[in-house]
């Protein structure tokens, strides 16, 4: 088994990292992005890509860190056991980072959780595994973690959480959600990126869904011009 990363020791390995802000004050923003980094990034660098989407408007950027710059040691890919207690720690970091915006007076309807890469793993994970109406969902180049994908799995998991609904809407409540990635991209299989859009949708997601041909791992300007459109509705 693959050793782990330097910092994940203990059982929240990311607890005591920084939340790191740009944009607009909270206090005063009118919507708020929590955007969560890939592996080997930093927060500070995914605030960069916050500004971009923000486009100057009133948005606050809540971008957690993760330990070692690494939110898990393997392949999102793994089976989950192989990725603790990093993939926890992480999910946790971004459920905070969404609790201080929403204990700032910004409604949950308001706030877009995001990432790319490994962050983009995460920022989907947690919006399946706790859905609501959130302001929108932002994939670049992620998908849902784990050996494989149950939509059954998601479904029961969020039946159990007694997750808020809005009529037959499910739990996510059409929750905007931007799904992007190549079709060539060597960390993630467009085939899960098929069953992270499929497991949205039965949560009541409303996914643009877009593979690209041939781009790689990364994000390009078709993908910033999306997401910004996302966050124009919130602020």
């Known amino acids: 088994m693959a050793g782990r990363a330097p910092g994940h020791d203990g059982d929240d390995p990311h607890g005591d990292e920084p939340l790191v802000t740009g944009g607009t004050p909270l206090d005063d923003a009118d919507a708020a992005l929590v955007l969560v980094h890939?592996?080997?990034?930093?927060?500070?660098?995914?605030?960069?890509?916050?500004?971009?989407?923000?486009?100057?408007?009133?948005?606050a950027i809540l971008a957690p860190a993760a330990a070692g710059n690494t939110w898990y040691p393997n392949s999102f890919l793994s089976p989950v056991a192989d990725n603790e207690p990093g993939r926890t720690s992480g999910l946790r970091a971004v459920g905070a980072a969404v609790d201080r915006a929403v204990d700032a007076g910004i409604g949950r309807d308001r706030v877009l959780v995001g990432g790319f890469s490994q962050g983009a793993c995460l920022a989907s994970e947690f919006v399946a595994r706790n859905p609501a109406r959130y302001g929108g969902l932002a994939v670049f180049s992620g998908g849902l973690i784990g050996e494989s994908v149950d939509v059954d799995d998601y479904l029961a998991d969020a039946a159990d959480g007694a997750a808020s609904t809005d009529g037959d809407e499910g739990?996510?409540?059409?929750?905007?959600?931007?799904?992007?990635?190549?079709?060539?991209?060597?960390?993630?299989?467009?085939?899960?990126?098929?069953?992270?859009?499929?497991?949205?949708?039965?949560?009541?997601?409303?996914?643009?869904?877009?593979?690209?041909?041939?781009?790689?791992?990364?994000?390009?300007?078709?993908?910033?011009?999306?997401?910004?459109?996302?966050?124009?509705?919130?602020?």
């Open 38 to 59: 890939g592996r080997g990034a930093t927060a500070r660098s995914v605030v960069d890509l916050g500004e971009q989407l923000a486009d100057d408007r009133n948005v």
């Open 171 to 235: 739990p996510l409540a059409g929750t905007p959600a931007f799904v992007g990635c190549s079709d060539t991209d060597p960390h993630i299989p467009e085939e899960r990126v098929h069953e992270t859009t499929e497991v949205l949708e039965a949560l009541g997601g409303d996914v643009d869904e877009r593979i690209y041909p041939g781009m790689g791992h990364g994000i390009n300007e078709d993908e910033v011009d999306a997401v910004s459109a996302m966050v124009a509705d919130l602020a």
